[in-house]
T-cell receptor, first 115, second 114 residues
Framework: EADIYQTPRYLVIGTGKKITLECSQTMGHDKMYWYQQDPGMELHLIHYSYGVNSTEKGDLSSESTVSRIRTEHFPLTLESARPSHTSQYLC??????????????FGPGTRLTVL | GDSVTQMEGPVTLSEEACLTINCTYTATGYPSLFWYVQYPGEGLQLLLKATKADDKGSNKGFEATYRKETTSFHLEKGSVQVSDSAVYFCALSDPNFGNEKLTFGTGTRLTIIP
């Protein structure tokens, strides 16, 4: 069973607010990922990290930022939320390359609504 | 670049019907292939995987065989249940890119009616 957690599960917030979506995993995985899932279900990689102090932008441009100060923690921040940021955000982690074919373990997601 | 093409949804079946969700891929190397499932209100869970040609992944009555010659990884189940209602994603990881990232298909929503 995957041990990856996301908080909050649901968030409704007004335009212009700063928000941080939390993601933690207890599996000791080096690699972590953030995906944005639109209402049409498609998943878009927005950020990933190879380990502590490593962050990279994903395939979809995002106004959000991430940090990786601890192995287990990979928070995502929006400095000024807008209605266009309304989406489901999924966090994932994986073992080092070559093991298990890069299986990723997903958290339950945060559904963000910006009014 | 890598890509995954999935059968368009939504798919609606009666309980105990046979299921096939088609998935084909394009990759430069020999990728690992995955099926993930997303139940309502939850994140994705790995359903099954195959890491090389002719491997068959199986779990919970679902099966998929890695077919290199047709670049396919179709998901099958002989008799579906209401509890199988979910969104199913086909995905690949390409070793040419160090298995760093997954490329997902667009997802297929499956609804099983009693």
């Amino acid at each position: 069973e995957a041990d990856i957690y996301q908080t909050p599960r649901y968030l409704v917030i007004g335009t212009g607010k700063k928000i941080t979506l939390e993601c933690s995993q207890t599996m000791g995985h080096d690699k972590m990922y953030w995906y944005q899932q639109d209402p049409g279900m498609e998943l878009h990689l927005i950020h990933y990290s190879y380990g502590v102090n490593s962050t990279e932008k994903g395939d979809l441009s995002s106004e959000s930022t991430v940090s990786r100060i601890r192995t287990e923690h990979f928070p995502l921040t929006l400095e000024s939320a807008r209605p266009s940021h309304t989406s489901q955000y999924l966090c994932a982690s994986s073992e080092p390359s070559g093991r298990a074919g890069n299986e990723q373990f997903f958290g339950p997601g945060t559904r963000l609504t910006v009014l | 670049g890598d890509s995954v093409t999935q059968m368009e949804g939504p798919v609606t079946l009666s309980e105990e019907a046979c299921l096939t969700i088609n998935c084909t891929y394009t990759a430069t190397g020999y990728p690992s292939l995955f099926w993930y499932v997303q139940y309502p209100g939850e994140g994705l869970q790995l359903l099954l995987k195959a890491t090389k040609a002719d491997d068959k992944g199986s779990n919970k009555g679902f099966e998929a065989t890695y077919r290199k010659e047709t670049t396919s990884f179709h998901l099958e189940k002989g008799s579906v249940q209401v509890s199988d209602s979910a969104v199913y994603f086909c995905a690949l990881s390409d070793p040419n890119f160090g298995n760093e990232k997954l490329t997902f298909g667009t997802g297929t929503r499956l609804t099983i009616i009693p």
